[in-house]
């Protein structure tokens, strides 16, 4: 009789098994949600000997995307990458990067170093935290809406800086298209006259200046990566080194080159 009932266990656990054979996802469509649903904004840095407030958080950004590519400002630089996660552990791997030497007291070098170190990832409180590698410490993140709640509170006086904004259209004397992925073609002005640049698998920084209706747009270090069949990185990047006027339409943001040239459309990224 106790032979049997072992036989009969052991069929049980191997019937088990073979039902159990789809793998689980390493990670929760929640987890995931909460890694790439905002911008995340650098705000501290513990090892086991001090701690680090960031003064400027801004100027230290991720932003992880549903395809397992990050995007990386690293105060006067961009990258790419890519990261992994499993359970609670992260790998993240810089990848095209630009070269500018950023002005004395920078994190950036910093910055990137750590994130080549990330070995584990958690969130309380909505505050995203990376463990690294070998007990190296630990980085805070702060969700962008968070930070940037107290200067929104406040009327934006120029619409400029209201909020990113992603290339839909083009039209010139000759031709007119829809971009088929505008949010892979971003603008971001900033108070200190810098625009962030996002030109499909390529980043890039500037500066910009306006007068009346005026502007100009000149586009500074860049990342170099090739970009798919198909990509308008290049005529992007050259037709806003044409920007000439601007205006704003509907909500959306009209950007006109110089010499009949064209007009860009820009709609807000939500």
Same mark, same amino acid.
């Given at each position: 009789?106790?032979?049997? #009932?072992?036989? /009969?266990? #052991? ?8 039902? +159990?054979?789809?793998? /689980? ?20 840095? /513990? ?67 750590? #994130? ?52 839909? %259209? ?45 502007? +100009?747009? +000149?586009?500074?270090?860049? /990342? ?6 198909? %990509?308008? +990185? ?22 006109? #080159? ?13």
């Amino acid at each position: 009789m106790r032979k049997t #009932l072992i036989i /009969t266990f #052991l069929l049980i656990q191997i019937l088990l098994s073979a039902c +159990s054979g789809t793998p /689980t996802p390493a990670v929760t469509p929640a987890d995931l949600t909460a890694l790439t649903g905002t911008t995340w904004m650098w705000t501290g840095m /513990t090892t086991p000997v001090q701690h680090t407030d960031i003064v400027v958080p801004q100027n230290y950004t991720l932003r992880f995307q549903d395809d397992g590519a990050v995007i990386i400002k690293a105060d006067c630089n961009n990258a790419s990458g890519s990261y992994k996660v499993e359970d609670e552990s992260i790998q993240i791997e810089i990848g095209p990067m630009t070269r500018a030497v950023c002005p004395p007291g920078s994190y950036s070098d910093d910055f990137n170093k750590y #994130l080549g170190s990330a070995a584990n990832y958690f969130f309380k409180d909505g505050v995203l935290y990376i463990d690294l590698a070998a007990d190296g410490g630990r980085m805070t993140f702060t969700p962008f809406e968070e930070i940037s709640a107290a200067a929104t509170e406040a009327p934006v006086s120029d619409p400029l800086l209201a909020n990113p904004w992603q290339w839909t %259209s083009f039209i010139n004397p000759v031709e007119k298209y829809t971009v088929e992925t505008p949010e892979n073609y971003q603008l971001t002005f900033q108070t200190d006259g810098t625009v962030d640049i996002k030109t499909d698998c390529n980043l890039a920084s500037g500066t910009y200046t306006t007068e009346g209706k005026k502007i +100009s747009i +000149s586009v500074g270090p860049m /990342t170099m990566a090739a970009c798919p069949p198909g %990509s308008r +990185s290049e005529e992007f990047i050259k037709y806003l080194g044409y920007a000439a006027i601007y205006f704003f339409q509907d909500g959306d943001l009209l950007i006109d #080159l110089f010499a009949d040239g064209g007009t860009m459309r820009f709609a807000p990224l939500d």
